[in-house]
């Protein structure tokens, strides 16, 4: 279970092919407070750590992570934001993300909002997805890449986040232009009341 409030953001320094996995190992600098089996959100994917060296740390992603996150599309040298899985002592300063992944999306729009940046997502509008909960309502929440935000302007497959100048520079959104590929998690809670429905 994660908050969407991205700690850093990691340095991709190597990529391994295993048959259908990826083995991604990223420099951190919390790396040496790690432990094997420890979950880590990596763009919003919960991974486990299957190998620590130094500073560096190993993850392991799967084809169906794959085929539903952006992490298949990493080269050496990205930047990754992570979050380590949220304490429960802790306060809740984002929302309840639980690291699955839904789909992606792409940036199809950057305006400056007078210091503030907005995006403009779009994802594979599907009206079955939809109906089990995929989708956005205005204010509501969604997590871009692992970043908790509230939701503006929500379209049937489209909607837009606005990025205060410190999310840009202490997350990867400092990377996206038109045309990048992010990962998308829906509100859980959205899909639990759809989920629900179907029993009534």
Do not use: W
């Not at 994802?123 to 935000?149: C, I, Q, W």
């Not at 302007?153 to 837009?160: A, G, K, M, R, V």
């Amino acid at each position: 279970m994660f908050s969407g409030i991205v700690e850093e953001m990691a340095t991709v320094t190597a990529i391994t092919h295993d048959k259908e996995n990826i083995d991604l190992t990223l420099r951190c600098s919390f790396t040496n407070e790690l432990k094997i089996d420890q979950s880590i959100a990596h763009n919003g994917v919960c991974l486990t750590v299957v190998h620590i060296d130094g500073d560096c740390y190993t993850v392991t992603a799967m084809k169906e992570t794959l085929d539903r996150s952006n992490l298949g599309l990493l080269k050496v040298g990205d930047h990754v934001n992570v979050e380590r899985s949220m304490m429960m002592q802790g306060r809740l300063d984002g929302h309840i993300v639980q690291g699955h992944v839904d789909e992606t999306a792409r940036c199809i729009a950057m305006e400056d909002a007078d210091g503030s940046t907005y995006f403009t997502f779009e994802y594979k509008a599907d009206r079955e997805m939809a109906r089990r909960g995929y989708f956005t309502v205005d204010k509501g929440s969604v997590t871009v890449n692992g970043v908790s935000l509230t939701v503006c302007n929500p379209t049937d497959n489209t909607f837009q986040v606005a990025i205060i100048p410190y999310t840009m520079e202490n997350t990867n959104f400092r990377d996206i232009r038109v045309g990048t590929v992010v990962n998308l998690e829906f509100d859980i809670l959205g899909k639990y009341i759809a989920r629900l429905q179907d029993f009534r």
